[in-house]
Every structure is written in structure tokens, then in C-alpha cells.
């Protein structure tokens, strides 16, 4: 399982936390504040008209490098998809899904930032926490 946020939103220092370098860490009010005043662009939060560009956008990727999704849930403000392995380092599989959506939305008159930098792959092989997270997304996805 694969998840990444859209630009400005859920901080490192977050109350609700965050996520750095795979662990899970707590809230931090100088960082989080630190962080929004470090921000380039406003914060991105997708319309549901967004939501369904960037969806179709990765599945017209996945699709065009043969790769299956089992699950795929856009929200306003992240991206959670549940693969299946492939032989590509997960930098790259990331890198392609997230530059196809902000070309697709670019296409339809976007502006600016999308996304984060880095992905968070706390969920790859693992059998269990896999199949927790594909039944989450297919009961939440959008």
C-alpha cells in the first residue's frame, strides 16, 4: 500500500500526527508551525471533481505500465493505493502515478503545487497489514 498527501496538508508536526521516515510520530506544535511558514503555495485540497481526474489519471497509468491496482482511494487531501509487486522500485512506480494526475489536472486548468515530496510505504509486505488496508480502502475509497 502506497499513500502521499497533497501539498501543504498533514505537516510534520500535525496534532492528528504524521508520518517520517516510517515511523509514526506525535504532534509538535514548533515544527508544525515552522512548517506552514515554510509553505511555497497555498495548501491543495481536491474537489470531488479533482479527486476523479486524479483517480482516473492513475488507474490510465497503471494501466498503460501493466501494473494492477487492487484498490485506489482519492481524497482531498491523499492518495492511499493498494498494488499489486512489481520489479520497479517504489520511488519510481510513485513518481509515475503522481506525475500522471497533476498532468491530468493540469489539462484541466490546475495551478501550481500537487503534491508532497516522498510516500509512505509503511504497508508493503506486509500480508496482514495489506489486506487491513485494501479492506479500509474498498469500504472508504472514493
Not at 13 to 28: H, T
Not at 35 to 64: D, T
Request: charged letters at 30%.
Amino acid at each position: 500500500m502506497l499513500t502521499w498527501t497533497t501539498y501543504g496538508t498533514w505537516l510534520q508536526g500535525e496534532v492528528k500526527g504524521f508520518v517520517k521516515n516510517g515511523k509514526r510520530r506525535g504532534e509538535n506544535a514548533a515544527l508544525r508551525k515552522r512548517n506552514v511558514q515554510n509553505l511555497k503555495g497555498r495548501v491543495v485540497k481536491f474537489s470531488r471533481k479533482e479527486r476523479a481526474i486524479v483517480r482516473e489519471a492513475i488507474l490510465e497509468a497503471a494501466k498503460r505500465f501493466r501494473r494492477k491496482i487492487h484498490a485506489i482511494a482519492v481524497y482531498s487531501n491523499h492518495v492511499h493505493i493498494v498494488a499489486e509487486y512489481v520489479d520497479v522500485p517504489t520511488g519510481v512506480v510513485v513518481g509515475c502515478y503522481k506525475s500522471a494526475a497533476r498532468v491530468a489536472l493540469k489539462a484541466h486548468g490546475f495551478v501550481g503545487r500537487v503534491w508532497t515530496r516522498g510516500y509512505d510505504k509503511r504497508y508493503c509486505f506486509d500480508e496482514k497489514a495489506l489486506q487491513d488496508r485494501i479492506d479500509y480502502v474498498r469500504r472508504h475509497g472514493s
